[in-house]
């Protein structure tokens, strides 16, 4: 415990302290007792008694000043202080350097020349797209031989739209141009020029065509350009920014453009409809081509194509293939190719044969299928629900090909599945009549047929309700796109089917009264119960042939179209 000031002095009086030391800017003093003992006492302000008292007994008294010790502690603190702060500085300031050398970086996306690090791939291997290829060759002349077009006053288009639903090999196309020509293809995704930055888009668009200019002639494809050139001003408050400056800038380089100056831009898209009509106006992307779903000639060229470098089976016809593979794509018959070979794989097999091939293209199609399910009853029902559906479609004229019937099912699909081949000359002449729609909603309503005729119309479930779907879809059309109703020769809908956010969403899309509404409503309906009425009619003298093809269908899972086509002959000869 500290000792008061009056027991210091009393003490300084019996001789009991050797030493003071007097620290006047605290306040304080420093006693060192006889006993060897150190403490520190507080004192008055400008206190002279200790200084008398202790002269009086002749104690030692040091004045110490420690004020030189806190200003060289205070210079010490000020320099450390200082110290740190400057390197603090210095390392913001390397961050700032590194942040604005990346953000440099990350504006300027380098457009890299694809040119000698991709395989060349001119025409030959562009299967299935003869008459596109045809259309794009005066742009190869062009590049091969500019001054010919330039000296009779031809000038080749600036852009060119590739339109064409995914996988029709729109950007093989364009890099088969380049390798025909012999030329540079500068390749980026539209999606590329957008990022969280304002102005980084547009950047990036000034560095591709700068890059593209220094190595003219040459192409410049762009990818997927809808997620850019959508049309402008059109989101509910405004639109975006970034995406709206990088669009205003693409427009501005392509604007830019010297005549024939050997720069062809080449964009893709499937979404021809969004795209802003100054960039598709004359002297941007002034040409369009449209490139669909190959024929059957095509499919078996494209399989020819994928084939080369994989071991097929001598017993393989890829012609028949082309037939079965009605509305895929270049790419789908690909990977067609590729999931018979990994199936193959699996089995150790060393070359693909039909099976391989039948089994991918079921995966294909459906996807990974499963069992069905354990019950028989309910296995009995699915089952009916199947052959329903596959002889009204036998019975009724029908331009599609029955392939196959199965209990196995997809993935979230309650019922099995049956598969038919879709018209080839429908398809490619995109003409449909109103007897092909009105016998697709009868085929689609036989699964309700036979569970009514069967299990009664309290007992059906829900296992056609994907047919139930197409029904509406097929109905609907009728009415109110192509006219095939009672209320005329009129269609009730627009042919943009696409919903413009902020534009199509804030307009009344119904242009027709109340009660015309109603109508098209009664329309679809009265269709929809015409077609389970004759869909009924068709079924209801076959009972016994649907019990006997149930039998077989619940014990082999799986029926081929032959099969049931025959046993369908038998019954109507002997009946």
């Known amino acids: 415990m500290s000792k008061s000031y009056s027991q210091l002095l009393k003490d300084i009086e019996s001789g009991e302290i050797i030493s003071i030391i007097l620290i006047p800017n605290r306040r304080e003093v420093i006693v060192e007792f006889t006993n060897g003992d150190q ?98 060759k005066e742009i190869v002349s062009f590049l091969k031989n500019p001054q010919t077009l330039i000296d009779l006053g031809a000038k080749t288009p600036k852009g060119v739209l590739l339109v064409g639903p995914p996988g029709t090999g729109k ?38 065509f700068k890059s593209a200019k220094e190595k003219t002639p040459c192409i410049v494809f762009i990818d997927e350009i809808d997620s850019i050139g959508r ?14 400056q990088t669009l205003n800038q693409l427009l501005t380089e392509m604007d830019g453009f010297a005549s024939n100056n050997g720069v062809i831009v080449i964009a893709a898209t499937n979404r021809p409809d969004i795209l802003d009509r100054a960039l598709t106006r004359p002297g941007r992307f002034d040409r369009r081509i ?20 994989i071991p097929l089976s001598n017993s393989v016809k890829l012609q028949e293939w082309a037939s079965k593979t009605t509305g895929f794509s270049g790419a789908d018959l690909q990977n067609l190719l590729n999931e018979a070979a990994i199936h193959a794989a699996r089995n150790a097999k060393s070359s693909i044969s039909s099976f391989d091939l039948e089994k991918a293209l079921e995966k294909t199609r459906f996807g990974l299928l499963s069992k069905p399910l354990a019950d028989t009853s309910k296995k009995r029902q699915i089952a009916y629900q199947i052959i329903g559906k596959t002889l009204v479609a036998l019975l009724i004229p029908s331009q599609d090909k029955l392939e196959k019937i199965s209990l196995f099912k997809s993935f979230g699909d309650i019922s099995g599945m049956t598969y038919f081949i879709p018209d080839e000359e429908t398809i490619d002449s995109g003409l449909i009549t109103r007897n092909y729609i009105y016998h697709k909603i009868v085929i689609s309503l036989g699964s309700r047929a036979a569970e009514t005729i069967i299990y009664g119309s309290k007992e059906v479930t829900q296992g056609s309700q994907k ?6 879809f097929w109905a609907n059309q009728m009415v109110t796109k192509f006219g095939f109703s009672e209320l005329g020769p009129m269609a009730y809908n627009s042919s943009n089917e696409t919903i413009f956010l902020g534009r199509d969403i804030m307009q009344n899309k119904k242009e027709y009264s109340q009660k015309t509404s109603k109508e098209i409503d009664y329309q679809i309906i009265s269709i929809a119960k015409k077609a389970i009425m004759h869909a009924i009619k068709l079924l209801s003298d076959k009972v016994p042939l649907m019990d006997l093809l149930v039998d077989e269908l619940v014990d082999k899972e799986t029926l081929e179209a032959g099969y049931i086509i025959s046993k369908l002959n038998s019954f109507v000869s002997t009946n």
């Open 467 to 472: 047919d139930l779907e197409d029904v509406y």
């Open 231 to 244: 049309q402008r001003g059109a989101g509910i408050g405004g639109g975006n920014d970034e995406r709206e």
């Open 39 to 136: 403490e520190t006492i507080p004192i008055f302000y400008n206190d002279q008694k200790i200084l008398r008292i202790s002269d009086e007994y002749k104690v030692p008294l040091t004045v110490r000043d420690i004020r030189s010790d806190q200003r060289i502690a205070n210079l010490i603190s000020g320099f450390g202080f200082s110290l740190i702060f400057i390197l603090a500085l210095s390392f913001l300031i390397r961050r700032s350097s590194k942040l604005l050398n990346s953000m440099q970086g990350f504006t300027r996306r380098s457009s890299q020349v694809k040119h000698d690090d991709m395989p060349k791939i001119t025409f030959d291997d562009v299967a299935g797209l003869n008459e596109e290829s045809d259309e794009l």
């Open 171 to 208: 950007t093989l196309l364009a890099r088969a141009i380049a390798g025909e020509a012999n030329v540079p293809f500068f390749s980026i995704s539209a999606s590329e020029f957008v990022e969280m930055f304002v102005g980084v888009g547009a950047s990036r668009v000034r560095d591709l």
């Open 290 to 309: 449209d490139i669909s779903l190959p024929d059957r000639t095509a499919r078996y060229k494209i399989l020819s194509v994928h084939a080369r470098t």
